[in-house]
Structures are given as C-alpha cells and as structure tokens.
C-alpha cells in the first residue's frame, strides 16, 4: 500500500515516504537508533534541537517519570549548529530520508543567523521552528505565547532559508493554539507540528524538593495524547497548510487516530524511550494498521472526523 | 514456594575469556546492542521476606539475547511489557552475569517498575536492550581491588567469572541489608570478599577507614581499583584515589530515560583530565561514555 504523503506548503512541499517522523529531543541526531531499525525506513528524522552555539542546557536530575509520561528539563544541550554540520550530518541517510533541523534560538536575528546556515546544506531537508520550548526562561516560552513574536520568527526564518520547508512547531502551553497556527501561516510557514511539551512540575514529598532541578518541566508521553489530538483537531480547521501531529503516539493505531483528527503526518517522541524500536514499528506497522480499518490511503481517513459521539454515528448508519 | 538464598545456579556457566583471549578486552570491542523481546524464565528471591512475608532482592532470569559479547560493568536496558503505558520508561540494570543460554539480572524492590518487576510471572514478555555503554577494565596481571557498596556488587558478579586470574582480584563490599540479600556467594566462589555491614551508626566510618586502607594497598603495588554503589560511596572513593594517587574506576548510576544517548538525562561533568580537550568540564552522557569513568575524569 502506498502511504507517502507530501506536506504540501506555501512555499515548499516536502515528501515523505511514509507519514511517521520522529520528534525532536527524543531522537538524538539518529544515529543514536540506528541499531534498532532501519533509518531509510522512518518518513523522516527530526533532529534534536540545534542552535547557533553550543549550550550545555539545565543541571540535573533533568529528566523524570511520571504517571504515563515524563518531564523534561534538558534545556537544549546541544553541540552547536556547525557541529552538527560537521559531524552528523553527514552520517545520517539524507538523500533517502528527509532530515527535519530543529532549532531554537534566543531572538529573531539570531533564528534567521542559525536558518541561513542550514539553508546552505544540502542533507537539510526542511527546518522545524522551536517556538515553545518551555525550558528556556530567556526565549522559546515568549515566542510561543506570543502570536506575534512567533509570527516575526517564522517570518525571518522563512526569509533566511528560501530552500527550505519551515515547520513551526507549537506550544499547548497557550489560549487559543488555532491564533498561533493561523499567525504562523500568515507569516510564511509550510507546515506546523504540534504539540511541544505541555508545562508541569513532579515534586518528592519526602524531601519536600522539586524532583526537576530546573522545577519546571515539559510533560510528553502518552499522557498528553489527548491534548494534542485536541490542539490538532482545532488547528485543522484553521489554517490551510499541513499539520503534524505529536503527542503520546506509541503504535500505528495512535498514528491512525491523528490522521483521522487531520494531521498530514506524525511525529514518535516519549515512545522512542519506551522502546528504541518504536518508530521504526510504527512505520513498519502503519500499512497493515490501514488495511485493518479498510483504507487505501491515508487521504481515504485524513480528517474524516465524524461530528457527535461514535454510539451516534453507529446509531444513523443502521438507522 | 521459593526458598531465598544469596547465590543463583551457574551450572553450564563458562567463562567469558580464557587466559589467552583477554587481549580482546583491552582492545576495548564494543557489542552492537540489540532489542530483544524475551519471556521472564525465574525470579529467585534472595534474603529475608519482609514482615508481610514479602521479598525485596531478586535474580530475574531470562533467555540470554542474541549479543555477540558483553563486558562486565555493561548495562541493559529492561521493560517487562506489563509496565503498558502507565511506567513509560525501561529502568537501567547492571549487566549481573550471563550463561550459555540465561541472562541473569538482579534487583532490588525501590519504586515502583521493580515493584512491578517483582510480581513476574514465568513467560510474561520482557523487553531489553543491550548491552549498553562501556564496561570496566580488565588488567589480568594488575592487582585489582573490588569496591561495591550495596548493590554495586552485581555487575562484579560477571567481573569476577571472567576474569583470566581472578587470584590476582579481592573484594570489599560494604552493605546495609543482610549479606543474604545480594549474590555474594557467586562472587565469593572466585575471589576473597571482606564485607561490612553498616546497622548501627559509627560502623560506616570503620568502612571507610578499611576503604582507604585497602585502596592504600592497592595504589602502593600500582594496582587498580574499581567501584561501584550510591553516590555518596563513590564520592569517598574518588576523594581517596585522588588523595592515594590509586587508578580508579567508577561506575556512575544516572538516571535516564532511554540508554541508548538520546534523552540527555544521565549527563556528567568531565574534569580536566577529560581525554578530548573540547569535552574538559562539559558534559558526557553515562549510558554511552560511561557508566564506567576513570575516577579523576569526572566530577561527582
């Protein structure tokens, strides 16, 4: 069964040969998985966060369990952007599989800085915007909630990389998640994904302490499935570009699920660390996970949501 | 019922070198790791059952996976497939020991993934990933000094079965529970094991007073020491191989998420004896640089 899909944006379409991407931050730069699956198998790889310099990100404990999800404080360590050029780029498979950058960066010049030099790289196949990092009190967290400061970011980015496809990636950590989309589309994106991490905290009653030595924390997992289905679902019916869904996704059928909410493609984050393997199933499981709910493409199921509760539905069709 | 005991069955267990092999050590081979989806073959409780007849130390034994080779002071990454998506994360173990056919791992009951890992039942499908990082150095010939606190002595358990001259390595093991609450004896088997048990206050400063000592001696005959246990334990011992000038290795029990480099959870800081100048006080991940490290590369 063919299940590519193009993310057919304003400016530029990206193709992807199945809709399963991996979320940035979960993923390192790949190579990291490649042991456990194929990488040439994956839609494509979404790098971990990269910015103009390297940052050595939060202390720690920085990362912590919690009930059918985890919190996050890494803070963006990264080596840099001209590391990444150097050293592993090279080594992933971009002419077979799309490799999505994404960066974050603390200003507006400095994210159109960071998206020029990527610009110039051939394995970079389209660039994910960091907007809603909520781990960095000095800049993600402002553009994000801003629908204004991420729209001059994506229009700066935009400007800076005309080669490239530009994803914005949002925050649920605002009002109306639809504004931001429809903000960012206005100002030139190709596509969103969404969800970012959702804010919270973990504390330990004993020590009576913060288990996050930052306090603060992103919650991913399959906890925040919900919510992102939600975010993706009223985005959708907003703006016209592509959206891509992330969120809890662990298995073909929670892919399933976001295609039918709308979503041109997702994105495997928390579930890389349930199981190494995990994206690399879910793509290889997607076809056979079609055939099941009888359909042919994805846009045979992409957002054929129904109205009403599916007793209701069930309820007319017999009737 | 299962009858608690502190050594588990090595029948049809070989040796992972002989004498003549251990260069392959000191080439440092790294395994690929694989993913292997297992069925749960045992679990042999060790120690006393606690007052609701309940036990808190366990030998998992499971298939041994398809890895080509493993190092003692490697770890692996377990998940029984009941953890669903309520426990999202696999939890770190020390590499215990493996035989032809059994891979045997060995926890203790201290949240809630053990807790669930103690309830397996036989056949219940577990997930592992492995073997992950490092491991320790083997110096046949070097007087080796063994340092565990608590369950630190697990991944010395496959130290010691491979070692091409275990007479030339000794243990000193401090702990809290009571001895028959970790594998000793199948370490005992090979080499001379002292063990202090800390129940009353005071007695942790005759450990460390025989800590040094025993790391004293070692450093004098240019030997090499190598720990593992909580933090504070190896906090201790990196005091004093700096102090006695003692070639140390630790072995670091980071929290992370995945074990494979990716979640940047587990990271450490490097000292200025960092072999690369660019990575001197910056930041290495335990599951892929470590979670072994030479004592006075890291900061603790």
């Not at chain 1, 979404?46 to 310099?53: D, P, Q």
């Not at chain 2, 493993?70 to 009941?82: D, E, H, K, S, V």
């Not at chain 2, 426990?87 to 059994?102: D, G, N, Q, V």
């Not at chain 2, 492995?130 to 608590?150: H, I, K, M, W, Y």
Request: glycine share 10%; charged share 20%.
């Amino acid at each position: 069964m063919d299940i590519s899909v193009t993310l057919r944006g304003q400016t530029h379409d990206l193709a992807l040969k199945n809709p399963v991407l991996t979320a940035s931050g979960t993923f390192g730069c790949g190579l990291e998985f490649a042991p456990y699956g194929d990488l040439k198998s994956l839609g494509g790889i979404v790098v971990k966060g990269i910015s103009l310099l390297p940052r050595e990100g939060n202390p720690c404990p920085r990362v912590v369990e919690t009930a059918a999800g985890m919190l996050n404080a890494v803070g963006l360590q990264n080596d840099g952007v001209e590391d990444f050029c150097a050293h592993k780029l090279p080594s992933l498979p971009w002419r077979d599989t799309p490799i999505i950058a994404n960066i974050y960066a603390a200003s507006a010049d400095e994210f159109a800085d960071l998206a020029a030099r990527l610009n110039v790289e051939d394995g970079v196949a389209a660039l994910e915007i960091n907007v809603s990092c909520p781990n960095v009190a000095k800049g993600g967290v402002l553009f994000g909630q801003d629908p204004t400061l991420a729209a001059a970011v994506t229009s700066a980015v935009r400007k800076a990389a005309p080669r490239k496809h530009v994803m914005v990636k949002l925050s649920p950590n605002v009002t109306d998640i639809a504004l931001m989309a429809k903000s960012v589309e206005e100002a030139g994106a190709d596509s969103v994904s969404c969800i970012n991490t959702l804010l919270g905290m973990a504390v330990d009653l004993r020590l009576r302490r913060p288990k996050l030595a930052n306090v603060l924390g992103g919650l991913s997992g399959p906890a925040i499935k919900p919510v992102a289905l939600r975010c993706v679902w009223q985005i959708v019916q907003a703006v016209h570009i592509p959206v891509v869904g992330v969120g809890g996704i662990v298995n073909a059928h929670d892919a399933l699920e976001f295609i039918l909410a709308g979503a041109h493609a997702v994105q495997i984050g928390s579930g890389n660390f349930m199981r190494p393997d995990c994206a690399f199933a879910v793509a290889a499981q997607l076809s056979a996970a079609c055939e099941e709910i009888g359909i042919t493409s994805m846009e045979e199921l992409r957002g054929t949501l129904q109205n009403g509760s599916a007793l209701q539905c069930k309820h007319t069709a017999t009737a | 019922m299962c009858r608690a005991r502190r050594a588990f069955d090595l029948s049809g267990a070989e040796p992972l070198l002989t004498e003549g092999q251990s260069s392959i050590y000191t080439a440092c081979m790294q395994s690929k790791p694989i993913l292997s989806r297992l069925p749960a073959l045992e679990l042999t409780p060790f120690g006393p059952a606690g007052p609701e007849g309940e036990y808190r130390f366990f030998a998992l034994r499971l298939p041994r996976p398809g890895w080509e080779s493993w190092r003692p002071g490697q770890f692996l990454m377990l998940r029984p497939a009941a953890f669903g998506l309520e426990l999202p994360w696999a939890r770190p173990f020390s590499i215990c020991h493996t035989t032809a056919r059994c891979l045997i791992c060995f926890f203790q009951v201290c949240g809630r993934g053990t807790r669930r890992m103690a309830q397996l039942k036989h056949g219940e499908e577990v997930n592992v990933w492995g073997p992950l990082g490092n491991g320790f150095a083997v110096e046949p010939d070097s007087q080796t000094l063994l340092l565990a606190g608590g369950m630190g002595i697990v991944p010395f358990v496959g130290y010691v079965n491979a070692h091409p001259k275990p007479w030339n390595t000794s243990m000193l093991f401090g702990h809290r529970e009571p001895l028959q609450c970790y594998p000793v004896d199948n370490i005992h088997e090979y080499i001379p094991l002292d063990s202090l048990r800390e129940t009353r206050h005071g007695e942790l400063d005759n450990f460390i007073f025989t800590l040094n000592e025993r790391m004293r001696d070692c450093a004098e005959q240019n030997g090499l020491v190598l720990a593992c246990g909580p933090l504070p334990f190896l906090q201790t011992v990196r005091k004093f191989a700096k102090e006695l000038k003692a070639r140390t290795q630790i072995s670091l029990e980071n929290t992370m998420a995945c074990g494979v480099g990716a979640c940047l959870g587990c990271v450490t800081r490097t000292s200025d004896a960092w072999p690369t100048p660019e990575k001197r006080g910056g930041l290495v991940q335990a599951c892929r640089q470590g979670p072994v490290f030479w004592a006075d590369q890291v900061k603790l």
